[in-house]
């Protein structure tokens, strides 16, 4: 998997995994999104667009993501998840707490 | 609910599907170090299985490939968590597991054996911890995706068998 990390001008971070999201790279998902908050990003949107693979690692990185920025004052949003990764959301029940947006843009948009 | 999930796994049926898949000449087959590293061959062999069997639907090949990674997961790091604890592992006794995949007309299946610690389960009882927890979904995970989630422990070693049912 690589990961992506860009910051907008509008301060939010977007995080782009490509690839799987499996034990070995949800590690590193996890750094990187601590890394963010600790930084003072807690905006952060998770593009799921060229996900091809998750697993409840991947998963556990992303809650443990979303717990982080909650508790810095911010928020963690996922977007444009495969069709993979939505099966897994619906599997879970998590697809209410990770409610998919349709786009990076708009994500922190309501 | 999944065949072995009605009762303590060890206790329920043996799939009659693991007699075929010893005599498929079709079966794809891989011994090897139970490390985090060889996942990524383990999703290529989903990839040969999936392209050369086009009658798994994209929905069961998400299913199961995820319940897949799970289980392999789980012996993984049950394997680590047994070496980490050794003050110096020899190599030639590394934690090892095997995998075989097979898929027929009916069904996609898949099983896994290692040699590691005894696995402590009830397949009756599998339910998603609550939903802000970062861990202790894989095993429910797989068994709400599966047809046939089945666990039994012989001689030493854990032995899995998963299924997907076709149409």
């Known amino acids: 998997m690589e990961l992506d990390v860009s910051t907008r001008d509008d301060g939010i971070a977007v995080v782009v995994p490509r690839g799987r999201l499996n034990m070995v790279s949800a590690r590193q998902l996890k750094e990187t999104l601590s890394d963010l908050v600790a930084g003072g990003s807690a905006r952060i949107v998770v593009d799921l667009g060229e996900t091809t693979f998750l697993d409840s690692s991947g998963l556990g990185a992303l809650i443990g993501g979303l717990k982080a920025a909650r508790q810095a004052g911010g928020d963690l949003r996922v977007a444009r998840p495969t069709p993979a990764v939505v099966s897994v959301f619906e599997l879970t029940n998590l697809d209410r707490v990770l409610r998919a947006r349709e786009s990076v843009e708009t994500a922190f948009d309501a | ?167």
């Open chain 2, 1 to 167: 609910m999944p065949e072995g999930a009605g009762g303590r796994g060890e206790e329920a049926g043996r799939p009659a599907v693991l007699d075929e898949l010893a005599a498929a000449p079709h079966r794809l087959v891989l011994s090897a170090v139970a490390d985090p590293e060889v996942m990524d061959l383990v999703h290529s062999m989903l990839e040969h299985l999936f392209t050369h069997n086009p009658q798994v639907s994209d929905p069961v090949r998400v299913k199961f490939e995820m319940s897949v990674i799970e289980i392999l997961g789980n012996i993984v790091e049950h394997a680590y968590a047994h070496d980490s604890a050794l003050p110096a592992v020899d190599p030639s006794e590394a934690r090892r597991f095997e995998i075989q995949l097979l898929a027929t007309d009916r069904e996609v299946v898949a099983t896994l054996s290692d040699n590691g610690m005894p696995v402590s389960l009830d397949l009756g009882d599998l339910s998603m911890p609550d939903e802000l927890a970062e861990s202790g979904r894989g095993l429910a995970l797989a068994a709400s995706a599966l047809d046939t989630l089945w666990f039994e422990r012989v001689e030493g070693r854990n032995h899995w068998c998963l299924a997907c049912n076709l149409g």
